[in-house]
């Protein structure tokens, strides 16, 4: 069947079913009846952890950038901006150490671990690049404030 945009309703109620199809996987344990979505403490802390070569130099220099920015006033945004980039890293190494434990997703594969890792590391990358590009707009097209912010990164770079 098919739903044609223009030919819906104002409001509609649309019930989608399934006949079935696809193989089912066996479960691998219990699940759990109270779930801790949040894992405790494992003892391999993810500070620990040390970064891939990729991430290492953008966690040291947006880590130098808001070291940097701790005191200027008027970088609220660019602030902001940082702290998401590097949660984003520390996200990384949070999650490549994270054990999900059984019976919240299907048996995560050394592969399907890798994927979801790449993933993580790709996101770190693209909050980074993200700001660098930032300023370097800045240092070329930027106000005062811009420029001088332009310039404690280019030294938070060195």
């Known amino acids: 069947m098919d739903l044609l945009f223009d030919a819906l309703p104002e409001t509609a109620n649309i019930e989608i079913t399934t006949e079935g199809g696809w193989p089912e996987e066996a479960s691998v344990s219990i699940y759990p009846i109270k779930p801790a979505l ?3 403490k ?3 802390q993810p ?8 991430l290492k130099k953008p966690y040291g220099v947006l880590s130098a950038m808001e070291r940097s920015l701790a005191n ?3 970088a609220e ?3 902001a901006f940082l702290d998401v980039a590097i949660k984003s890293i520390e996200n990384y190494r949070q999650r490549s150490v994270m ?3 059984p019976g919240y997703y299907r048996p995560i594969t050394p592969e399907r671990e890798e994927g979801i890792n790449q993933f993580y590391e790709r996101t770190a990358l693209t909050m980074y690049h993200g700001f ?4 370097e707009r800045y240092a070329a097209k ?10 404690l990164f280019s030294t938070a770079q060195k």
């Open 42 to 44: 494992a003892t391999n």
């Open 99 to 101: 054990d999900p434990g």
């Open 132 to 135: 660098v590009k930032r300023m």
């Open 142 to 151: 930027g106000d005062g404030r811009q420029r001088k912010i332009a310039t």
């Open 72 to 74: 200027v006033s008027g």
């Open 47 to 54: 500070e620990n952890k040390e970064l891939p070569e990729t």
């Open 38 to 40: 949040v894992p405790k």
């Open 77 to 79: 945004s660019e602030r």
